[in-house]
């Protein structure tokens, strides 16, 4: 099937209140486990590329200084892996853009291929966010392709993405910015955080997206609200990861509870990024431990040694440029590096698999219409008439 934008999606989680996850991924191998997850599961995927992980999938190992055209090439990298293993597939699945930068980080996405594109615009003020978001939101929707937006800032560290501190949604300004941008659906700050270190027992303020979807029903404005930084982290990983060397400390997330609580109060897409970094690093570690000869290995011996320097790291990034070719285009030389792959795939099916059933998506692919981009693209300017 081809890919779909992210619009025809929001419908169908809108209309039978259920909640989807979007999960970040940074290699090909990693997309094509998270769709082989979400076939077993019968639900619709949304894969993620963050705007740095283009950077890195475009060959910019040091990915916090990759440059517009590394990401240009990341992106055509990510798109085309995710168009590979989604050509059979009878689930509709969507690419989206995590955090993009600027309207040059979401152009790029666009032109890469990506079917929706999220623009961060919440640093800025108001006004100059409207500005910024209703930019790409023209530029997008004229070529089928969805946008998010985001209203309110989250705590925590994750790519480029910081904040000391957290400033909630106003639930009336939200609306007034899904009216101004017309953007497809909002990421709002109702108590998480980036990063795997949210603190403990965190609770989520539900009363926020609670209001948003109220004044929106009354307003009769469409729009889908996004949970950011909403990884679980779960203990479990975090623990067998420092009993095989490694040093992550305060580590906690979201509860499963929470989370699954904030769904009938508004909330629609969840983003995951963290439990994702966890799992494939937790299976590189036990590999190495299982399979001590492959520490020498000249093809994946690299990534065990710097497993070992930096043993407070999670983020497979870090791990992985010793295997770029396969990182970025899917190639597998030889067998130590297929079985590799392998391990890393486990870990992204665990991670996904689990929350696929949890936030209520399985089973509802077949209630998705499978919406090209072209079609996608006459339905927005049919909108736009309406409501301009």
Excluded: W
Excluded at 118 to 147: C, P, Q
Excluded at 253 to 259: A, N
């Amino acid at each position: 099937m081809p890919l779909i934008p992210l619009r025809p999606l929001l419908e169908t989680i809108d209309k039978y209140h259920f909640a989807q996850g979007a999960f970040n991924i940074n290699a090909v191998t990693q997309a094509k486990a998270a769709i082989e997850v979400h076939e077993m599961f019968r639900s619709a995927a949304i894969l993620q590329g963050a705007d740095l992980a283009n950077g890195f999938m475009g060959g910019r190992t040091d990915f916090q200084n990759a440059t517009l055209e590394d990401k240009k090439i990341g992106a055509a990298n990510i798109a085309a892996a995710v168009k590979k293993f989604s050509e059979y597939s009878q689930i509709p699945v969507v690419l989206h853009l995590d955090h993009g930068k600027n309207f040059d980080s979401c152009k790029a996405a666009i032109e890469g291929g990506y079917t929706s594109v999220m623009i961060d615009g919440s640093s800025l003020a108001f006004e100059e966010n409207v500005e910024l978001t209703r930019e790409v939101v023209k530029y997008a929707h004229e070529r089928g392709v969805s946008v998010e937006g985001e209203l309110g800032v989250l705590a925590g560290v994750e790519d480029h993405v910081f904040s000391e501190t957290s400033s909630y949604t106003n639930p009336l300004k939200a609306v007034e910015f899904f009216k101004k941008t017309e953007c497809d659906a909002l990421a709002i700050s109702y108590g998480t955080m980036h990063g795997a270190s949210k603190g403990k027992d965190v609770k989520l303020r539900k009363e926020i997206p609670i209001a948003i979807k109220e004044c929106m029903m009354h307003e009769q404005i469409f729009g889908v609200l996004v949970s950011h930084g909403s990884s679980t982290v779960p203990g479990y990983i975090v623990d067998e990861i420092n009993a095989l060397g490694g040093n992550i400390q305060n580590a906690g997330g979201i509860s499963v509870e929470e989370l699954k609580a904030a769904i009938p109060c508004g909330i629609g897409k969840i983003n995951v990024d963290t439990d994702i970094r966890l799992a494939v690093t937790r299976n590189l570690k036990e590999y190495f431990y299982f399979h001590q000869d492959k520490r020498t290995s000249p093809f994946v011996g690299g990534i065990y040694k710097l497993l070992e320097e930096k043993k407070e790291q999670f983020d497979p990034r870090v791990f992985l440029p010793p295997i770029m070719d396969t990182v970025m285009y899917g190639n597998i030389p030889n067998a130590d590096t297929a079985e590799l792959v392998k391990v890393i795939e486990k870990g992204v099916k665990e991670a996904i698999g689990t929350l696929i059933v949890e936030f209520g998506s399985y089973g509802k692919a077949p209630l998705v219409e499978p919406v090209s981009l072209e079609e996608m693209a006459v339905r927005y300017k049919e909108e736009n008439k309406i409501f301009s």
